[in-house]
């Protein structure tokens, strides 16, 4: 029984390895509503956005860029729309927004801002 169960998991280990890797969508995003011109955004992206994915809240909440122009929902139609920008939406795994940032504080405060976002989002 030992060699068939060992048979068994090479042969799951064939079948992932066969079709290859799967991609996962994130337990929770940040929504990020901006549009061209804003200066604000820009002063994100030269700021925060290029350390965001290594960042403690960048692995617990990936961020999605959505263009206002497009989209002022960024998806998900039970969340008020974006009138600002940027507006920075904590999303959920459920789908649903538990906090929202109009505005970009700047480096010093975006982090301590969002904080309480992301607490909502750890398990208790």
Same mark, same amino acid.
């Given at each position: ?11 799951? %280990? &064939?079948?992932?390895?066969?079709? @290859?890797?799967?991609?996962?969508? #994130? /337990?929770?995003?940040?929504?990020? =509503? ?33 263009? %206002? &122009?497009?989209?002022?929902?960024? @998806?998900?139609?039970?969340?008020? #729309? /974006?009138?600002?920008?940027?507006? =920075? ?36």
């Amino acid at each position: 029984m030992g060699l068939i169960v060992t048979v068994s998991r090479f042969a799951k %280990i &064939a079948v992932i390895c066969a079709v @290859g890797p799967i991609s996962l969508s #994130p /337990a929770a995003e940040l929504l990020m =509503f901006e549009q061209d011109g804003c200066p604000y955004c820009a002063k994100f992206d030269a700021e925060i956005a290029p350390e965001y994915p290594q960042s403690e809240a960048g692995k617990i909440a990936p961020l999605k860029r959505v263009d %206002i &122009a497009d989209d002022r929902r960024g @998806g998900y139609e039970d969340i008020a #729309p /974006a009138v600002f920008t940027p507006t =920075f939406v904590m999303m959920n795994d459920a789908g649903e927004e538990v906090g929202r940032l109009k505005g970009y504080p700047g480096r010093r405060y975006f982090y301590s801002e969002i904080e309480p976002m992301l607490d909502k989002l750890k398990p208790k």
